[in-house]
């Protein structure tokens, strides 16, 4: 009689817990950073051998991003139901079936993302008695990486652009400052777009005309990341520094240009004269031993006259040639 005693305390027992069948949160809020896993769970009043057949667990999430619910596991009458299971949780989502036993339900997610921050619904029915609760999933993806880029758009008026580029989440602000007044914040363009992983993805692009080498930074910054912001650090060192554009350098170099094309010019005019007088003086030569062999042959007769052939000169035009 003593030894059946523990076996009726114990049924007793169970009856008063689906009696008052509440289901708790194992804890409200979760934090995930992107790419990592993540369980979240809930408790049930359970035997010490609950019959699992008279189980069924449901895990729902309603995203901030999409108000449509989608379904992320099912257990239904102790066994696993994948069959309308969301496709963004398709091999993804789990449920730890050894905490069944211990009255609780932990769905696990592997790698997870940014679209799976939000709500999710855990609803447990058990010998005819249901209860659900909500816990929050938080994903955070810090923005490690800055991609940057430095373009001087304008070299005559010393305009920089300066570009930083970054993926993350939730949505990131980006701040400019001076490193000697980081009172003062400087006024950028930053825009954004989402990626198919659900990430954003900032660039901020700041136009500035320094007047001094200095220090500008861009700082990515979410109070939801829990942590440090993101930096980056440029020095800049204006181009009028290094090299000097005023205008009057810029007419001094042109000028000398102008004179070496004029000194080329004069050079090879020079060069065409001699080579012209040169030409003449020998067409001049050529010509008076070509008359005297006209006066030495004037006995030919005038057939054999006309083989001979005659060229004339005009010294002239050589003289016009000559300077």
Known sequence: MLQALPIVILAGQCHLVTALFTVE?????????????????????????????????????????????????????????????????????????????????????????????????????????????????????????????????????????????????????VFWYIQKNLNVTLPANTTYTLTTDGLYNVTSILRFKPNTSENYSCIFWNEELKGEPSVHIFMIVPKKNLFPTSGSNSLFILSICVILVFLAVVISLIRMRKSCANLCVKKDKRGKHQHLRTKENSDLNPQAEDLIPMKVTDSKVCESAVP
């Open 25 to 173: 949160v194992l804890q409200p809020l979760y934090i995930a950073e992107h790419g990592s896993n993540v369980t979240m769970g809930c408790r049930f009043p359970a035997c010490s051998h609950p019959d699992f057949a008279d189980l069924n667990i449901f895990w729902e999430q309603k995203s901030p991003m999409n108000q449509k619910a989608k379904e992320v596991y099912k257990l239904h009458k102790g066994e696993e139901d994948l069959k309308t299971q969301h496709n963004d949780y398709r091999g993804r989502a789990t449920l730890l079936h050894d905490q069944l036993k211990l009255g609780q339900s932990v769905l696990q997610i592997i790698n997870v993302k940014p679209m799976d921050a939000g709500k999710y619904l855990c609803l447990i029915q058990y010998q005819r008695r249901s209860d659900y609760k909500y816990v929050t999933l938080n994903v955070t993806a810090s923005y490690k990486k800055i991609n940057f880029q430095q373009v001087m758009s304008n070299p005559e008026e010393n305009e920089f652009i300066l570009t930083c580029q970054s993926e993350g989440f939730p949505l990131a602000n």
